[in-house]
């Protein structure tokens, strides 16, 4: 939406509209969102609003913006950047973050390790395939059938499978009388 289209809409959201900013403004800036899209997401609370129920006025407006700035401080919590989970990210930074943890590196190698032997045992094609999938280089689709000589659209439920059946493989090894948190 422009902002020549947001002054020009009538009826009770343009007298709210210099209110929505100011209280947005205000807000998001406390929670470290940001400010239009608190805006945003309170016009679409506005338009899915029922309009038997009684018309938008200021008090409203404060508590939606409220509202809203909660729920993006929930969403903000949950969500993980998308450069956050590479190599590392599972106990690899020492206390503080100030460099590698020796036993976070050890651990995580060894399951790897443990992981690249499963992936090994697998039957049929499986084997080559997850390799290819766990190469750090980020292959594509194409690149993957092309080295293996399996049509791309066969990749995703041949994927499936070969995923499923470690799975399996990798259940079956955990020992079975071992329960969590249980300390006998």
């Not at 950047?81 to 943890?101: K, Q, R």
């Not at 041949?158 to 006998?184: D, Q």
């Amino acid at each position: 939406m422009t902002q020549e289209c947001d002054d020009d809409e009538p009826g009770p959201a343009a007298a709210l509209r210099p209110l929505l900013r100011a209280e947005a403004a205000a807000e998001a800036y406390a929670a470290g969102v940001e400010a239009a899209d608190v805006e945003q997401g309170v016009l679409l609370r506005l338009l899915e609003r029922d309009r038997a129920a009684a018309p938008a006025d200021a008090g409203w407006v404060r508590a939606a913006v409220r509202a809203e700035v909660r729920a993006a401080r929930r969403r903000a919590g949950r969500e993980v950047p998308y450069g956050a989970a590479g190599p590392g990210a599972y106990g690899a930074e020492g206390a503080g973050g100030y460099g590698p943890d020796p036993a976070g590196a050890v651990v995580a190698a060894e399951h790897r390790r443990a992981l690249r032997a499963a992936v090994r045992r697998l039957p049929g094609r499986c084997p080559g395939l997850l390799a290819a999938l766990l190469d750090g280089g980020d292959p594509t689709y194409r690149d993957i059938s092309g080295e293996l000589a399996i049509s791309q659209g066969s990749l995703g439920p041949v994927r499936s499978h070969c995923l499923t059946a470690l799975r399996r493989m990798l259940t079956a090894e955990v020992a079975p009388g071992e329960v969590r948190g249980n300390t006998r």
